[in-house]
């Protein structure tokens, strides 16, 4: 749909003959679906990364930086939920984040900009869930039988084919059950690798701990803009209007209530595990905690039956968060290829479906065979991704719907963080692309090992 003609998909008539917010973005949820589709997209193992993160940055600038990501990004959610019920109590509730942009901002451009920024998030963050969850399943094999012939891109593959059968539940709706299924999990690998540190840190195989910096004063901001992208990554979800848009009419308010259920999870799991990973393993934390409590060389620091069990939840979780990430992608592919004229289970629409999220989920799965990058793969998509769609154009949008004051407390507030984190992405693209291009050197195509 051009931009031009964005306003016009909000009338009903338009909405009606709109495969995909018929069949994707179906409006019946409540507001703790909302909750839990919330929680699924900011509370991942993205989390696991958290004390690598910190390597970067260390005790005091690294609780900072946590707490001003959630202050910053609860704010802008809030934010967005305000200008979305402000749209539809003027009639023209938006499901849609790249065309509520166009029409608030008046820019063509501005609606191709969004599509842009989506796709790069939803194909990072499907790429990043299918390396992981094939990360975790050899984590499990290697443990089992240590001298196994199959390699990371065995996995990767067995998960691929999971994702190809799972992506066909046909509406971000109908993956509710499943994602307070993921809320439940994420706090219980949480509380197992919080465990797990703490038992690692009382062994006698505890690691030596060692919070120093890079030596170099470029190394130490490189690292800092390099940990601020992967802690904006983990904040991020880049879809929070199509996640409203699943609310059943009227959803004014609704929204407020649903992150107050996902931020005070993320209170429960962000810290310990930051704060007990870091701890324990300072700045030789793995991009995924658990593997550093599971290293390649020597004896696992946990109970191995107590790891497993938290590589499961992890496994398990991720096979809903690929699921939330995808629906952006399934939404435009349904708008464009089904016919709302006929069910959503007709063999009309089926067959289109049944192709199209399978070729999506095949091309996931093969780059994240190829390019086992997943810690840089997170701050790349926080840098370039997260970033501009959840610290910067909420902001915009506010400003321009509600049209505080320019001298008015919530202006500044709204223009200072437009500023530092257009700065900080910047310069996180910058460090993140230079890591890649720096590991790019450790690794070949289809490794079996996931460069830190």
């Known amino acids: 749909m051009p931009p031009s003609t964005a306003n016009k998909a909000n009338d009903s008539g338009s909405r009606d003959q709109d495969a995909g917010a018929q069949f994707v973005l179906e409006s019946k949820g409540q507001w703790w679906h909302a909750g839990y589709h919330l929680t699924t997209a900011i509370v991942g193992p993205t989390i696991l990364t958290l004390p690598y993160a910190f390597g970067g940055l260390g005790w005091v600038v690294g609780l900072v930086c946590l707490t001003a990501m959630g202050l910053v990004t609860f704010y802008s959610y809030y934010l967005m939920s305000l200008v979305l019920d402000h749209c539809e109590k003027e009639g023209r509730r938006h499901i849609r984040f790249r065309e509520l942009a166009a029409d608030v901002l008046g820019s063509g451009w501005m609606f191709y900009f969004v599509i842009f920024i989506q796709t790069a998030i939803n194909t990072g963050v499907g790429i990043g869930a299918i390396l992981l969850a094939g990360e975790c399943l050899k984590i499990m094999y290697t443990s089992l039988s240590p001298n196994g012939s199959l390699k990371l891109y065995h996995f990767i593959a067995m998960v691929t084919v999971v994702m190809i059968m799972l992506s066909q539940l046909p509406s971000f709706h109908s993956l509710r059950h499943l994602n307070l299924g993921s809320l439940l999990l994420s706090l219980g690998y949480s509380a197992v690798v919080v465990g797990a540190c703490i038992y690692a840190g009382k062994s006698k195989d505890a690691p030596q701990r060692d919070y120093s910096l890079a030596s170099t004063k470029g190394g130490r901001v490189f690292n800092a803009f390099t940990s601020i992208s992967i802690l904006a990554a983990i904040f991020g979800n880049g879809i929070l209007p199509e996640i409203q848009a699943t609310l059943a009419p009227p959803a004014t308010g609704k929204m407020l209530k649903g992150l107050l259920l996902c931020y005070t999870v993320i209170f429960l799991t962000f810290y310990p595990v930051a704060v007990s990973g870091y701890y324990v393993f300072g700045n030789q934390s793995s991009s995924n905690i658990l593997q550093s409590l599971l290293p390649d060389v020597g004896p696992a620091l946990a109970p191995t039956w107590v790891l497993g069990l938290g590589v499961i939840f992890v496994l398990l979780q991720l096979l809903a968060i690929d699921l939330v990430y995808s629906q ?48 840089d793969i997170s701050g790349v998509v926080g840098a370039i991704g997260f970033i501009p769609l959840d610290f910067v154009l909420p902001m915009l949008l506010y400003n321009k719907t509600h049209k505080p004051s320019r001298t008015s407390f919530t202006y500044i507030i709204n223009a200072m963080i437009i500023v530092v984190f257009t700065g900080a992405g910047l310069m996180g693209a910058f460090s993140t692309i230079r890591k890649l291009v720096l590991d790019a050197n450790q690794f070949k195509l289809f490794s079996s090992n996931v460069v830190e």
């Open 328 to 375: 952006v992608a399934f939404e435009i592919m349904e708008k464009n290829s089904a016919d709302t004229s006929q069910g959503v289970f007709s063999k009309r629409n089926l067959i289109p479906r049944l192709i199209l999220r399978s070729l999506y989920m095949v091309a996931c799965g093969f780059f994240a065979a190829m390019l086992p990058f997943f810690g």
